[in-house]
């Protein structure tokens, strides 16, 4: 019945390695984010997706590569992980329009060490 | 683009008191304004939500007021309960295109019993 799921929840892994998070959501929404929490607790947005569709990419390294097989998901790629990397990755989805909700996914706690 | 500015960064109270978190934003564009508690280890989770043509909304012990001239507006918690411990974020978005939200940096509200 979850809304917004992520896969894995939590990702410990060696510098250099490349991992893939996944996110589904069952809204029908039409829009799907990824967001970094870092240990300070400041929520950045990374990408926006529209019906499979890049809009923003809010300069992030191109080592992140995220994938939109179908509006109901969009996955997250990295590569070559760098300590930095380290931090609570969010996925969130909303059905564009005026003044939808935006849901979170539960996040993936990404560990490199 | 737009910014979002959130005070105080920590906030300590004692059960029963009420709790006022404060957030300025930049662009008088922007139409919605949404606030997100986050529990620790937990996804942020809507809880209450104001638009521009509204001065103030409540929802039992919760309230958010609107100031659009000063571009100003605040969260306030009345009778303060220990799980009401949390980070609380404030955000801003206009309600057209693909803008996104923009976070405030977090409030981090302890409840002492």
């Known amino acids: 019945d979850t809304a917004v799921s992520q896969t894995p929840k939590y990702l410990v892994t060696q510098m250099g390695n490349d991992k893939s998070i996944k996110c589904e959501q069952n809204?029908?929404?039409?829009?799907m984010y990824w967001y970094k929490q870092d240990s300070k607790k400041f929520l950045k947005i990374m990408f926006s997706?529209?019906?499979?569709?890049?809009?923003i990419n809010e300069t992030v390294p191109n080592r992140f590569s995220p994938k939109s097989p179908d509006k109901a998901h969009l996955n997250l790629h990295i590569n070559s992980l760098e300590l930095g990397d380290s931090a609570v990755y969010f996925c969130?989805?909303?059905?564009?329009?005026?003044?939808?909700?935006?849901?979170f996914g539960p996040g993936t706690r990404l560990t490199v060490l | 683009g737009e910014n979002v500015e959130q005070h105080p960064s920590t906030l300590s109270v004692q059960e029963g008191d009420s709790a006022v978190i404060k957030c300025t934003y930049s662009?008088?564009?922007?139409?919605?304004f949404p606030w997100y508690k986050q529990e620790l280890g937990k996804r942020p989770q809507l809880i209450i939500d104001?638009?521009?043509?509204?001065g103030e909304k409540k929802d039992q012990r919760i309230a958010v007021t609107l100031n659009k001239t000063a571009k100003h507006f605040s969260l306030h918690i009345t009778e303060t309960q220990p799980e009401d411990s949390a980070v609380y974020f404030c955000?801003?978005?206009?309600?057209?295109?693909?803008?996104?939200?923009?976070f405030g940096k977090g409030t981090m509200l302890l409840v002492s019993p």
């Open positions: 809204l029908g929404h039409d829009t």
């Open positions: 104001i638009r521009s043509n509204v």
């Open positions: 969130a989805s909303r059905q564009r329009g005026s003044y939808n909700e935006q849901f």
């Open positions: 662009d008088s564009a922007s139409n919605y």
């Open positions: 955000a801003a978005r206009m309600n057209s295109g693909y803008s996104t939200l923009t």
């Open positions: 997706y529209n019906n499979k569709e890049l809009i």
